[in-house]
């Protein structure tokens, strides 16, 4: 068993997930023959068909092992070594699904950074390593922002780059020529990285969080001088971002303007024929 784990591999598939505000879910099963030592595999991902039994996921991830196979099995958690952990789904994250059937299924939740090694009790050949690692961000984007002050209805998108999502809401005020987006959850991040578009808000000049005015740095180069990119400080309570522009995209847009020049016109013309018929 100590060699089995030896020389399992160190790499990992890496798996698309969030952190704790967006956690994923994922499948293993335990194939039909998976009790037999000299049978090819003993692992799948449902999602990448993954046979190794590694796999890598982020903090409040969830696992479930499915048995598909005709005999009993365990998932039960091990240290690096191979030796059997002595308490099973203690503070630390240690876990033992006891004997589970065909058809039946056993599931955890890893909330801690770590490598959780795995086996079957019954079926020692049958290991695997679960990387619990602090999830880097990814680009992200909303769509339709400001759509109803855009002629077109469609709005602007703006990208950013976090472990957490901002909310698809975004406040726009004109009048504070600001825009506010919101954290949905905790960011591990300390930094918002975040790309907005010149005709939504130019040349931004503060930026608050959570109320408190901070430093920011700003590349108004973006995308051949059409966007500005903020790095903005964040920390993991943070929860609103407020930034301010030399201009928000106006309350109206050219053809909302054009719309209501031409019901003023169309009151004043309707008036003045009203007077005419009034003296004749």
């Given at each position: 068993m100590k060699y089995a784990l030896a020389v399992l591999p160190?790499?990992?598939?890496?798996?698309?997930?969030?952190?704790?505000?967006?956690?994923?879910?994922?499948?293993?099963?335990?194939?039909?023959?998976?009790?037999?030592?000299?049978?090819?595999?003993?692992?799948?991902q449902k999602d990448t068909g993954e046979?190794?039994?590694?796999?890598?996921?982020?903090?409040?991830?969830?696992?479930?092992?499915?048995?598909?196979?005709?005999?009993?099995?365990?998932?039960?958690?091990?240290?690096?070594?191979?030796?059997?952990?002595?308490?099973?789904?203690?503070?630390?994250?240690?876990?033992?699904?006891?004997?589970?059937?065909?058809?039946?299924?056993?599931?955890?939740?890893?909330?801690?950074?770590?490598?959780?090694?795995y086996y079957c009790t019954l079926h020692p050949w049958m290991n695997g390593v679960v990387h619990v690692v602090l999830d880097p961000g990814s680009v992200k984007s909303i769509d339709g922002i400001a759509s109803g002050y855009t002629d077109d209805g469609l709005g602007f998108e703006v990208k950013y780059f976090l472990d957490a999502h901002l909310a698809p809401a975004v406040h726009v005020n004109p009048d504070e020529k600001t825009l506010t987006f919101t954290l949905t959850g905790e960011s591990n991040n300390e930094h918002l990285t975040i790309t907005l578009p010149k005709e939504l808000i130019d040349n931004p000049t503060s930026v608050w969080v959570d109320g408190n005015m901070v430093e920011f740095e700003s590349d108004s180069t973006i995308s051949g001088?059409?966007?500005?990119?903020?790095?903005?400080?964040?920390?993991?309570?943070?929860?609103?971002?407020?930034?301010?522009?030399?201009?928000?995209?106006p309350e109206f847009g050219g053809i909302a303007l054009l719309v209501l020049t031409i019901s003023i016109i169309s009151v004043i013309i309707f008036s003045k024929k009203t007077s005419l018929i009034a003296l004749r």
């Open positions: 160190l790499m990992a598939i890496l798996m698309v997930g969030s952190g704790f505000a967006f956690a994923e879910s994922y499948e293993i099963k335990i194939p039909s023959g998976a009790s037999d030592e000299n049978f090819p595999y003993f692992w799948s046979t190794s039994g590694i796999i890598t996921i982020f903090p409040g991830d969830t696992i479930t092992w499915s048995n598909a196979d005709t005999a009993f099995h365990t998932i039960t958690s091990i240290n690096p070594t191979g030796e059997r952990t002595p308490t099973p789904d203690d503070e630390n994250g240690l876990f033992d699904s006891g004997f589970f059937t065909a058809g039946k299924s056993f599931t955890h939740q890893f909330d801690e950074l770590g490598d959780f090694y001088n059409t966007a500005t990119q903020l790095v903005i400080p964040l920390d993991n309570t943070s929860r609103e971002v407020k930034i301010m522009g030399s201009k928000v995209i």
